[in-house]
C-alpha cells in the first residue's frame, strides 16, 4: 500500500511490498504532484474540460490561463478566482455615446470588475444633466451581483455660481451603466477611473 510523502501534502508514494506495477506507482506519484503545481491551460474553457470527470479542482489549487495571461486561485466555495489582474477589453458604448480618452475598457481582478476611460456624445454635444441616461451595458462577466453608484469626475462648470465637476454613475446587475449630471452642470464627458465593483 502507498505511503503519504513526510511533509503531509497527501502524495503518495510506492512501497517495497506493494505489487510490482510500474505504470500505477509512477502515476499516484505523477498525478500528485502535478496536482500542487501551478497548472497551465489554453484558457478558461481548456481549464472547465480537462478538470472534469475523475480531475477535479481542489481549493488551494492555482493555474496560469495562457490565453488570458491571468492567474487564477480554486476556493473553498469551489469558484475559479483572478489572483492577477487580466489584460484590458474595450468597452462598447450605447448608440450615441463614443469612447472619449483613456482607452476606455474594463478588466477583472480579484473578484472585482474595474473601469478605465471617459465616454462623450458622438455628436460633440454636451451630456444631458439632471436625467437618467443610459450610456453602456457592461459584458456579463462584469456584472455586479448588487447595483452601486459612483461619484466620477466631469469637466468643470460653474451656474449662478455654483461650480461642479462631477456626476454620478450607477451600474445595474444586467450590467446597464448611466450617467446623471447635477442639474446646471454642463459636460461634455465623464470618467469612469476608479469605478470597481464587487462580482461576488
Known amino acids: 500500500m502507498p505511503a503519504p510523502d513526510a511533509y503531509g501534502q497527501g502524495v503518495q508514494y510506492p512501497v517495497l511490498s506493494d505489487t510490482p506495477n510500474i505504470e500505477s506507482a509512477f502515476q499516484t506519484v505523477v498525478n500528485g504532484l502535478v ?8 484558457n478558461a474553457n481548456d481549464r472547465a474540460a480537462k478538470l472534469g470527470g475523475p ?5 488551494g489549487q492555482i493555474c496560469y490561463l495562457i490565453a488570458e495571461d491571468r ?3 480554486f476556493e473553498a466555495d469551489r469558484k475559479w478566482r483572478p ?28 473578484g472585482d470588475a474595474q473601469l478605465r476611460g471617459s465616454f462623450a456624445r458622438s455628436t460633440g454635444a454636451d451630456l444631458v444633466a439632471n ?19 459612483f461619484i466620477t469626475s466631469a469637466n468643470f462648470s460653474t451656474s449662478d455660481g455654483v461650480s461642479r465637476f462631477s ?9 446597464a451603466c448611466s450617467f ?6 454642463t459636460s461634455s464627458f ?5 469605478i470597481r465593483v464587487s462580482l461576488d
Do not use: H, Q
Not at 180 to 185: E, F, K, W, Y
Open 35 to 42: 496536482g500542487l503545481s501551478v497548472l497551465r491551460f489554453a
Open 131 to 149: 436625467t437618467e441616461t443610459t450610456f453602456m451595458t457592461l459584458p456579463t462577466e462584469a456584472r455586479p451581483k448588487t447595483a452601486a453608484s
Open 167 to 175: 456626476a454620478r454613475v450607477t451600474i445595474a446587475t444586467s450590467g
Open 83 to 110: 489572483m492577477s489582474p487580466g489584460p484590458w477589453k474595450p468597452l462598447t458604448f450605447a448608440s450615441g455615446y463614443v469612447a472619449n480618452g483613456g482607452s476606455p475598457g474594463y478588466r477583472i481582478v480579484n
Open 55 to 59: 480531475i477535479v479542482a481542489t481549493p
Open 71 to 73: 492567474w487564477d486561485r
Open 180 to 185: 446623471r449630471l447635477p442639474a446646471g452642470m
Open 190 to 194: 465623464v470618467y469612469l477611473d476608479g
